[in-house]
T-cell receptor, first 111, second 115 residues
């Protein structure tokens, strides 16, 4: 069974304190790993897609990396506006089309 | 680009009534739309996949007669929750994409409360 596990469940950082969020996956036929940001009461906002081990993507204070077993979302010098739930999702082969999501990491950045 | 609009953003209905939720892709044609459900502090769970002009494919455990999906055009899909009950109360989110390799873009969700 395809699984996506995110850790930690929640993370509280001081403004400027860098850290990393983890997404480990056990899937067959990975066709993409996706990171989304979700604010309370809103739909997920697309951040990154990673397709192969060793790939990296960056956007402002965020950088996503991918290995064969996990992905990391690195947050450098975060600001309070980075507070949100960060979701990891995978798309697998074999005819499955939708995304399988992890439960997310609830990130709070304190000023 | 890639904006998905969902309406309504919240709805309260009485037990036994039906509720329709609309999902529109505003600036692109969505070959495939997906409907997800999210309970508090839980991950998004895929309910069904719909392709324009064909019947929706439902995930295991999702009742197709209860959650009616219509994908009438390349820019509109609707989800109707029929004979809603309190346990159907949840956050329903639609998503769409243009082709198989593109990421999913999500609407802002609909908070359904059944009293």
């Amino acid at each position: 069974e395809d699984q996506v596990t995110q850790s930690p469940e929640a993370l509280r950082l001081q403004e400027g304190e860098s850290s990393s969020l983890n997404c480990s996956y056990t899937v067959s036929g990975l066709r993409g790993l996706f990171w989304y940001r979700q604010d309370p009461g809103k739909g997920p906002e697309f951040l990154f897609t990673l397709y192969s081990a060793g790939e990296e993507k960056e956007k402002e204070r965020l950088k996503a990396t991918l290995t064969k077993k996990e992905s990391f979302l690195h947050i450098t010098a975060p600001k309070p506006e980075d507070s949100a739930t960060y979701l990891c999702a995978v798309r697998v082969g074999g005819g499955a089309d939708g995304l399988t999501f992890g439960k997310g990491t609830h990130l709070i950045i304190q000023p | 680009g890639a904006v998905v609009s969902q309406h309504p953003s919240w709805v309260i209905c009485k037990s036994g009534t039906s509720v329709k939720i609309e999902c529109r892709s505003l600036d692109f044609q969505a070959t495939t739309m997906f409907w997800y459900r999210q309970f508090p502090k839980q991950s998004l769970m895929l309910m069904a996949t719909s392709n324009e002009g064909s019947k929706a494919t439902y995930e295991q455990g999702v009742e197709k007669d209860k959650f009616l999906i219509n994908h009438a055009s390349l820019t509109l899909s609707t989800l109707t929750v029929t004979s809603a009950h309190p346990e159907d109360s949840s956050f329903y989110i639609c998503s769409a994409r243009t082709q198989s390799v593109s990421p999913l873009h999500f609407g802002n969700g609909t908070r359904l409360t059944v009293t």
